[in-house]
T-cell receptor, first 114, second 114 residues
Framework: DQQVKQNSPSLSVQEGRISILNCDYT??????FLWYKKYPAEGPTFLIS?????DKNEDGRFTVFLNKSAKHLSLHIVPSQPGDSAVYFC?????????????FGKGTLLTVNP | DGGITQSPKYLFRKEGQNVTLSCEQN?????MYWYRQDPGQGLRLIYY???????QKGDIAEGYSVSREKKESFPLTVTSAQKNPTAFYLC?????????????FGPGTRLTVL
């Protein structure tokens, strides 16, 4: 049973436009969410995170929005650049939990076309 | 430079052989994790350890074993009991403080069992 879902396996956008990657979760105990970026044959790189006490967190071109009532979060990349082309993973955890585990979605392949 | 190293990058083994994947970190992180990634799949947790000489099974521990004799090292053994060992293996580490468990990943090891 997938607790973190990324329903779009792929997304293609034009350079300079906005990329919006979506993530849904089912476990109401999740209260900390992260986005990772991954290039082929490399380890994921942490991008940005958000705690459940916030509904928005911004870092440069990257903004994460959290809608707790809908159990939905999204990552916005503005403006998109060709170097952003990668697989993006959404992950979630329970901060109050004792095991510090992250639960990952299956990822969305973003392609930014020049 | 602080970071996580995994060796080797590519590993080939014959079916029926055990193989050990190396993971070392010099970030002074308490917790270490092993994940497996298959095509079109997210990261699935194999084992994790929060303290030396202690480790816990993740979601797909069958056919794997680990040890944590030193804080810096968390080797993973893929045994002959693992039915589908060919995969991309990722090691990660994190601090254990305040519940904000951003995990840092190594570059990964691609294991191919022939």
């Amino acid at each position: 049973d997938q607790q973190v879902k990324q329903n779009s396996p792929s997304l293609s956008v034009q350079e300079g436009r906005i990329s919006i990657l979506n993530c849904d979760y089912t476990n109401s105990m999740f209260d900390y969410f992260l986005w990772y970026k991954k290039y082929p044959a490399e380890g994921p790189t942490f991008l940005i995170s958000i705690s459940s006490i916030k509904d928005k967190n911004e870092d440069g071109r990257f903004t994460v929005f959290l809608n707790k009532s809908a159990k939905h979060l999204s990552l916005h990349i503005v403006p998109s650049q060709p170097g952003d082309s990668a697989v993006y993973f959404c992950a979630a955890s329970e901060r109050g939990g004792s095991n510090y585990k992250l639960t990952f979605g299956k990822g969305t392949l973003l392609t930014v076309n020049p | 430079d602080g970071g996580i190293t995994q060796s080797p990058k590519y590993l080939f083994r014959k079916e029926g052989q055990n193989v050990t994947l190396s993971c070392e970190q010099n970030l002074n992180h308490d917790a270490m994790y092993w994940y497996r990634q298959d095509p079109g799949q997210g990261l699935r947790l194999i084992y994790y350890s929060q303290i030396v000489n202690d480790f816990q099974k993740g979601d797909i521990a069958e056919g794997y074993s680990v040890s944590r004799e030193k804080k810096e090292s968390f080797p993973l053994t893929v045994t002959s009991a693992q039915k589908n060992p060919t995969a991309f293996y990722l090691c990660a580490s994190s601090i254990l403080s305040g519940g904000y468990n951003e995990q840092f990943f190594g570059p990964g090891t691609r294991l191919t069992v022939l």
